[in-house]
């Protein structure tokens, strides 16, 4: 079983820019779909951004698109978030996830290995 741990978060001034990490061990990383979600106090868990296995192009909610990034080094066991342009709504507690669907998904309940979340902080 792949276990995850993020890491990157902290707090940055709207405009800002922060990259967040997902280092996994156990398992076969190569053969997870793998996402970011985030929640905010009081919503719901919402879909962030999707990397496929190998060779896929990456996916990202409207909400961040043209901002957030996602990407994964196979050889490194991590995956990456990259955000910038960052506005106070994206203040979350972000989560990385992975699960062995082949079928691309960005609805959470399909995620089945779960980080214990970091915590990002858009303010002024």
């Known amino acids: 079983q792949v276990q995850l741990v993020e890491s990157g978060g902290g707090l940055v001034q709207p405009g800002g820019s922060l990259r967040l990490s997902c280092a996994a061990s156990?398992?076969?990383?190569?053969?997870?779909?793998m996402a970011w979600f985030r929640q905010a106090p009081g919503k719901e868990r919402e879909f962030v951004a999707r990397?496929?296995?190998?060779?896929?192009?990456?996916y990202t909610a409207d909400s961040v698109k043209g901002r957030f990034t996602i990407s994964r080094e196979n050889a490194k066991n991590t995956v990456h978030l990259q955000m910038s342009s960052l506005r106070p709504e994206d203040t979350a507690v972000y989560y990385c996830?992975?699960?062995?669907?082949?079928?691309?998904?960005?609805?959470?309940?399909?995620?089945?290995?779960w980080g214990q979340g970091t915590q990002v902080t858009v303010s002024s």
């Open positions: 996830a992975g699960t062995g669907r082949v079928v691309p998904s960005t609805a959470a309940g399909d995620y089945d290995v």
């Open positions: 156990g398992g076969t990383f190569s053969w997870y779909q």
């Open positions: 990397i496929m296995r190998i060779g896929s192009v990456p």
